[in-house]
């Protein structure tokens, strides 16, 4: 049965998820809603993965794995945005071409890909789940490239615009903030995107046949799917056209075979085949009457370490994180969760992690560094760490307050989280979670080092945990109450004291809750309703 | 795609515009900028109540010669309202946008060429032009609503009046406008006792740390020396009594239905400090703007002008 349809579908799938995933990433101006990202990367597989460890819906996950036994990986060419990159580069980088590119068959490279599979597993199970997630991933990989790169090129192009057309009036058009991570954080997304590209460019998907656990994954099921492409003996005759198509170099001409695992279900080669000699066909119920003996009946080893190596990546990651979970749970004081203040400096971190991930341990596990909540975050006060949480914690988003500090009514990072590393609060919740608390120190503060008046750290904070008292000749000094500053970072931000400023956030190694004072309705402070002039 | 007429269109557009708007007026900005307006002998300042804040802002301007007194055809203008925090209007963290709307509207209705709307915000520029409602006030009445976050629209320009404030980064459209409207709200302020008129122009400049690094009082008298808005008109509708100035909830604010305008804004500032309860002697910059002759405190000195729309 030939079905020249089927790359059409293809095609315009993987432009619905490309340009949907694209957009939401490089949005520079918030014009793409929280939602549709989050909704794109939630059905990823290995955002899907974490999610279901962490109790979330299992459906996502079934359904990938299901489509991969129905008809192969079209996974990897529809809905993975890392795949879909390869593909779009393989094409640009074509029209440079003089003559077109033919990649001849290659025999699999198992052992590579399975060793970078083991090496993943063996990561997960052993207590890096959330790093080795991190930097396998492939839609990850993609995000980082996406919000970390694209973004801030994006950004500057459309200043360059602005600049241009700015006499027409601006309606619309404005100049944004560029923020380039800092360099430890992108060189490693910037590498990742030139090899990508590189081997996009000179063996199409070599990447995902050679690195990508997920496409490694996913092979060694699309080896046993219903639907799959097959060369028919009696049409082909071997004339390559389809080598020439074929970004996968999986077409086995002389053995008259398809090497399932390594085919990404891009259809190409069907419209290639003059002979109509390449069928996409079930191949299930066919099975029985094969000649016995044949490979695939044999008891395969591959499979076997597959599948010991899958069930311990699955049972592994949820022992370390509930581990952990259940240690974390053990640690904090009070019955409501939150932290009693004296045991403020036993919860420091180092850095800071969104409110709504709960705790830093549980951020790091869960979070795969998709930098999603980067590009949702509209006060960029997201910023991929390098080193600040620890080696665990490289290229997880952190609040940087030298940057800007995080909006007291915005909850976009966690409307973006595919991997409920970052939990949907309500508004009301998120306002009194304390990921940080501000310490000052008024040695600095210039309200006592140049005797006038200054508090932008009061002026800034919106629970007014950090308020002024008077002080002096006619002066307001800052003073801050604990119980109800949240670690939002506005202080910090808005300090003018250099070079050291005056107050700081130390962040939480687990979240707490803030007390909200609700305070009575204010008084007039005229004598009567007349004007007191 | 577009048609050729549209690009060509667009591009005359574009070829006109960049052919009239920032530099056309940079001579003249100029030259006038350290001159501050002169005051009156007698200031004059308009106290209205109990009237709706469009109600209340036609009374005052009638009362002081009509928008046409200020706003010439042709000219353009310059409106600068609070827009300092995500909030909602009936927080009164920022000017009301009933009121920025009303103000647009009454300049164009004056002839006025172009009406530009703009703050440089404390919290994230798009959500606070947003979530304040003025961006959308400001528009639907017809004015150009300009980002204050965009650094290459503002220019240094050098403040010889100044006593701490010498020279800043000025926003083209405060130093380029034909006509300044200061449309402030007023709120207690932590930091400063109250924020009405003069502390509101610190949002035409792009960095506030230097005021607050470089005694704060003295810095937002020292902007007036270069330029006095033509006129103050402050929003003084349910204003933030405490927690100021971004407050914690409505109920920090107070209804008082009130309206100040003056074209002093040291005078405009006392009387509102008298509506916090507060004495303007005790703010630091009224009374350094008072000693610097940028206008008066003393409100027996000032012709005030009450009227109540009830």
Same mark, same amino acid.
């Given at each position: ?70 008809? =192969? %990986?079209? !996974? &990897?060419? #529809?809905? /993975? +945005?890392? *795949?879909? @990159? ?8 074509? $029209? ?107 063996? =199409? %998907?070599? !990447? &995902?046949? #050679?690195? /990508? +656990?997920? *496409?490694? @994954? ?8 219903? $639907? ?306 | ?310």
């Amino acid at each position: 049965m030939r079905r020249p349809g089927l790359k059409t579908v293809r095609v315009a799938v993987a432009m619905f998820f490309g340009t949907g995933l694209t957009a939401a990433f490089v949005d520079f101006r918030g014009a793409v809603p929280a939602q549709i990202g989050h909704w794109l990367a939630s059905v990823q597989l290995v955002p899907s993965a974490v999610a279901l460890v962490m109790g979330e819906s299992l459906a996502v996950l079934v359904a990938i794995f299901a489509a991969t036994l129905l008809a =192969g %990986r079209i !996974y &990897c060419s #529809t809905v /993975c +945005p890392l *795949g879909i @990159l390869q593909d779009v580069a393989a094409r640009l980088a074509g $029209w440079f071409r003089r003559a077109p590119l033919r990649l001849p068959y290659r025999p699999a490279r198992n052992w590579v890909r399975i060793a970078f599979f083991w090496v993943s597993v063996t990561g997960i199970a052993y207590g890096f789940a959330g790093l080795t997630l991190s930097l396998v991933d492939p839609y990850s990989i993609f995000g980082r490239m996406a919000a970390d790169l694209f973004r801030p090129i994006v950004a500057f192009v459309n200043n360059a615009i602005v600049g241009v057309i700015r006499g027409l009036g601006g309606e619309g058009l404005y100049r944004v903030d560029l923020h380039w991570a800092s360099a430890g954080a992108l060189a490693l997304p910037a590498i990742i995107l030139l090899l990508v590209v590189g081997l996009a460019a000179w063996r =199409g %998907r070599l !990447y &995902c046949n #050679t690195f /990508c +656990p997920v *496409g490694t @994954l996913l092979g060694f099921i699309s080896k046993r799917s219903a $639907w799959q492409l097959s060369l028919d003996p009696a049409l082909c005759r071997k004339c390559g056209d389809c080598l020439r198509v074929c970004k996968a170099q999986c077409i086995d001409l002389r053995a008259g075979k398809i090497d399932q695992s390594r085919c990404v279900s891009c259809y190409n080669c069907i419209g290639a085949c003059e002979e109509h000699g390449i069928h996409h066909r079930w191949s299930w119920r066919r099975q029985p009457s094969r000649p016995a003996g044949t490979a695939d009946l044999v008891a395969d080893p591959q499979r076997r370490s597959f599948l010991a190596g899958a069930t311990m990546a699955i049972t592994g990651s949820v022992a370390a994180v509930q581990l952990r979970a259940g240690s974390i749970g053990s640690e904090v004081g009070n019955a409501d969760g939150s932290v009693p203040s004296a045991s403020l400096g036993r919860n420091e971190s180092p850095a800071i992690s969104p409110p709504g991930s709960v705790s830093v341990d549980q951020f790091l596990d869960r979070c795969t560094g998709c930098h999603l909540c980067i590009s949702a975050c509209p006060t960029q006060v997201l910023q991929p760490a390098f080193l600040e949480y620890g080696f665990a914690g490289f290229l997880k988003p952190r609040l940087d307050f030298s940057t800007a500090f995080c909006n007291y009514d915005c909850r976009r990072c966690a409307e973006a989280c595919p991997d409920t590393a970052i939990t949907l609060l309500p508004l009301l919740e998120k306002q009194t979670t304390r990921i940080g608390v501000a310490h000052l120190d008024l040695e600095h503060c210039i309200v006592k080092t140049k005797g006038t008046d200054c508090a932008a750290c009061s002026e800034h904070c919106p629970t007014k945990a950090v308020d002024t008292v008077p002080y002096g000749n006619n002066l307001r000094l800052p003073q801050v109450s604990r119980e109800s500053c949240i670690g939002c970072g506005a202080c910090e931000y808005a300090c003018p004291a250099k070079p050291r400023k005056a107050i700081v956030v130390v962040g939480q190694r687990r979240h707490s809750h803030a007390s909200r004072r609700l305070e009575e309705k204010a008084v007039d402070p005229r004598k009567g309703k007349d004007f007191p002039f | 795609m577009n048609s050729r007429r549209e690009f060509l269109r667009s591009s005359l557009a574009l070829g006109a515009a960049l052919s009239l708007s920032p530099w056309r007026k940079v001579d003249a900005a100029e030259a006038t900028l350290s001159i501050p307006s002169t005051i009156p002998a007698r200031s004059v300042l308009v106290a209205v109540r109990d009237g709706s804040r469009s109600a209340m802002v036609d009374q005052a301007l009638e009362s002081l010669g009509g928008i046409g007194a200020f706003v010439k055809p042709g000219q353009t203008v310059c409106v600068k309202p609070n827009i300092g925090w995500d909030a909602p209007p009936e927080r009164g963290a920022n000017t009301h946008p009933e009121l920025v709307g009303r103000v647009v509207r009454l300049c164009l209705e004056a002839g006025a060429k172009s009406v530009s709307v703009f703050d440089n915000t404390c919290d994230q520029w798009q959500l606070t032009y947003e979530h304040s409602g003025i961006e959308k006030a400001a528009r639907d009445a017809g004015a150009h609503v300009v980002n204050g976050k965009d650094v290459s629209l503002y220019r240094e320009v050098s403040i010889p009046g100044g006593v701490k404030l010498k020279s800043a980064l000025v926003h083209s459209l405060v130093l380029d406008s034909d006509v300044l409207l200061n449309l402030p709200v007023l709120k207690h302020h932590s930091g400063t006792g109250m924020t009405a008129a003069m502390k509101n122009l610190m949002g035409a400049v792009w960095d506030r740390g230097f005021y607050h690094q470089n005694n704060l009082h003295q810095a937002i008298a020292d902007f007036l020396t270069l330029r006095q808005p033509d006129l103050n008109l402050i929003d003084a509708y349910h204003p933030m009594v405490r927690n100021g100035p971004r407050g914690k909830s409505v109920a920090d604010v107070v209804e008082m239905r009130t309206l100040l305008v003056s074209v002093d804004p040291v005078a405009v500032d006392a009387a509102a400090a008298k509506m916090l309860g507060l004495d303007p002697a005790k703010i630091d910059y009224i009374k350094i703007g008072d000693a610097m002759k940028l206008g008066t405190m003393d409100l027996s000195q000032v012709e005030v002008r009450r009227f109540s729309l009830t």
